[in-house]
């Protein structure tokens, strides 16, 4: 097929549209950001500060599947610009290399011609799952953007018997770089290599075409492999543990992702499938279409087999919507070349009105909605602030199930309960993986107990009381953990207000009472024991809790042992006063309040203790108001 010259004016104008439209499509969604697009954040976060690709300190965990992404993201970083903003620029990138590649393909001569091309163009930039992830922080754009370029310089080569090994190079390198661009791009070579040699009858030019395409996509995944055994120590990456687990309710899964997420654009579905039936026949435009018909069909049976995807905006319908915008705008270029005048303004028009359904299907789909409700993500930059300025300094050990946000916005070590950032985990899956939702199966809440994390993180950033997932519930389950662990409720006051109920361990050496034979000194937050008491960072940036005579800073079962100790609260400005209980083995109210009462007296006060045991403190200011209490002390006194 003839190659047409660039009309640059024509051209620049189409893509301008194009361009403007998804600017204005992808900021309604604004400021989605995926969580795990905040895994991937963190490995370029800590690759920038010196730490390599790593999840934690002393740990080789390979958490990401989309190395060539982190590796943009971070080299956008050494520039001094946000990661998120600079994975957002990428995404905004690649979905532009993808419609420059649609418009290089089809190139239109005048305006007049340039309608319907740009009729079946526009149906990528307003498709909700390309603005989406345009901006929300994943690979997909890239993914689009190198597929794109990938298919239309493999056209000509599907069209010629002649094998030209320069030009073939080109799009192998593409190829090459979606190899490492996500695990699975290499399921989009094979595909183009096995359509190759069918289309070529399976001679010997079609063989070496195959060969020199093949050749730089199988160099690039051999040399990301023999990284990840040099670097990580294994043959398969942590992601493909955790998240391929096939099975047959899986499968299942994965049809009825792919069917519900159909709906939405089966305008486009429509326009293809009239161009793949209008133009198979065309000997010159069947080689497109077979290529593009099987890589739909190869992606297809692929996200099947995984059992779909969770997050909002179909993320895993990128390629496919790409595939059939491509299938379309072979099928407006023939338009373009072919149809009368009238006709054409008539196709032009049944394209426009195919595009206004579409633009309707797309706003009433409740996955696409999702993407502008869900916003926890961003209070997990709150709550991950917090506890960076917090506990930054000794480096507390997280547990969390949002694996994302929270480790990327506090910088401390984390424990992923959900074991796509763990070695160990994916390594002993529980009974009956495959069962349950993708990625979400893993867990052992021994084995999380027994690494004695600082701090406990259930299902969301603003935490919960109960573990949800298997991690969480077992956990629970073994009486070490209401023994060691307390609810704390955190409060973060920036950017916004969020309230976070994290579990504490009471006796961390990092951050939780520190005990000696001559002193015992318990920090604010584990003072919190009242409703509605919660700890914050004051305007010194000091983490505090706020006592009233109602609601007076309180811990409950401290264990004092017996002896004469001076009480007094660390940098008092107030008058305060002190009671002291000691629990009784059988009180209804095992915080305490049921017990005998040992103290009641203004700070500083003298506990005198024949006995130890178990102890609920409380502490009030004598008057009305409201003090910050930083840490309470208790010292010895030698007789």
Not at 108 to 133: D, N
């Amino acid at each position: 097929m003839p190659i047409n010259r660039i009309n640059i004016p024509v051209t620049l104008v189409v893509v301008v549209i194009a361009l403007a439209i998804l600017a204005i499509n992808a900021n309604h969604f604004l400021p989605f950001i995926a969580d795990d697009a905040l895994i991937s954040l963190r490995y370029s976060q800590r690759l920038l500060a010196g730490h390599g690709l790593t999840w934690n300190p002393g740990e080789r965990v390979e958490g990401y599947s989309n190395l060539l992404w982190v590796l943009c993201c971070a080299a956008l970083g050494l520039t001094g610009i946000d990661l998120i903003t600079a994975a957002r620029l990428l995404g905004f990138a690649g979905i532009g290399a993808a419609i420059a590649a649609i418009v290089y393909a089809h190139r239109p001569q005048t305006f007049k011609t340039a309608l319907p091309i740009l009729a079946a163009l526009m149906f990528l930039p307003l498709a909700a799952p390309i603005a989406v992830w345009a901006i929300g922080g994943m690979e997909q754009p890239l993914v689009a953007g190198l597929l794109a370029w990938a298919v239309v310089l493999c056209y000509r080569h599907l069209e010629i018997s002649e094998v030209r090994t320069k030009s073939l190079l080109l799009p192998g390198f593409l190829l090459a770089l979606l190899c490492i661009t996500r695990l699975d791009g290499a399921l989009f070579t094979i595909t183009a290599v096995a359509v190759i040699i069918i289309v070529g009858g399976a001679k010997h030019p079609a063989w070496r075409k195959a060969f020199i395409l093949a050749a730089l996509p199988l160099l690039f995944t051999l040399l990301q492999i023999l990284f990840r055994r040099a670097y990580y120590g294994e043959w398969v990456p942590n992601t493909a543990l955790v998240k391929f687990t096939p099975s047959l309710k899986h499968a299942f899964d994965g049809w009825h992702y792919i069917r519900s997420g159909a709906l939405p654009i089966a305008p486009l579905i429509v326009v293809a499938v009239a161009a793949f039936w209008v133009l198979f026949s065309n000997k010159l435009m069947r080689a497109r279409m077979i290529l593009l018909s099987a890589m739909l069909l190869a992606w297809t049976a692929y996200v099947i087999l995984i059992g779909g995807d969770i997050f909002p905006a179909w993320r895993h319908f990128v390629p496919l919507i790409l595939l059939l915008t491509l299938m379309a705008a072979i099928g407006a270029e023939w338009i373009a070349s072919h149809a009368r005048r009238a006709q054409l303004f008539a196709m032009s028009g049944v394209l426009a009105l195919l595009l206004g359904l579409f633009i309707f299907l797309q706003g009433r789909d409740s996955e696409n909605l999702r993407a502008i409700s869900e916003r926890w993500e961003w209070d997990g930059r709150a709550v991950g602030l917090l506890l960076k300025q917090a506990f930054g300094k000794q480096q507390a050990l997280m547990a969390v199930d949002p694996a994302g946000c929270l480790p990327y916005w506090s910088e401390l070590p984390a424990i992923d309960m959900l074991g796509l950032n763990d070695y160990y985990l994916p390594r002993h899956p529980p009974p009956g993986v495959g069962q349950g939702p993708i990625a979400h199966e893993l867990g052992d809440g021994q084995y999380v107990l027994n690494r004695q994390p600082d701090l406990v993180v259930f299902l969301l950033p603003t935490g919960n009381d109960r573990g949800y997932f298997l991690s969480g519930r077992q956990m629970q389950e073994d009486p070490r953990f209401f023994r060691d662990y307390t609810l704390v409720r955190f409060e973060a006051n920036a950017p916004q207000k969020i309230v976070s109920r994290i579990w504490v361990r009471r006796y961390s050496e990092r951050i939780g009472v520190r005990q000696l034979d001559s002193q015992i000194t318990i920090p604010a937050f584990l003072l919190n024991e009242s409703d509605p008491t919660v700890a914050f960072l004051n305007t010194a940036n000091e983490l505090v809790v706020s006592a009233t005579r109602t609601a007076p800073a309180k811990i409950a079962n401290l264990n004092v042992p017996p002896g004469r100790w001076h009480v007094q609260v660390d940098g008092q400005t107030a008058s305060l006063r002190v009671r002291i209980f000691k629990f009784l083995p059988g009180a209804n109210d095992a915080r305490g309040e049921a017990g005998r009462m040992l103290l009641d007296s203004p700070l500083p006060a003298v506990l005198q203790l024949p006995q130890g045991g178990l102890f609920t403190i409380e502490i009030r200011p004598e008057t009305d108001g409201t003090v910050e209490i930083r840490q309470l002390q208790l010292k010895r006194m030698v007789e």
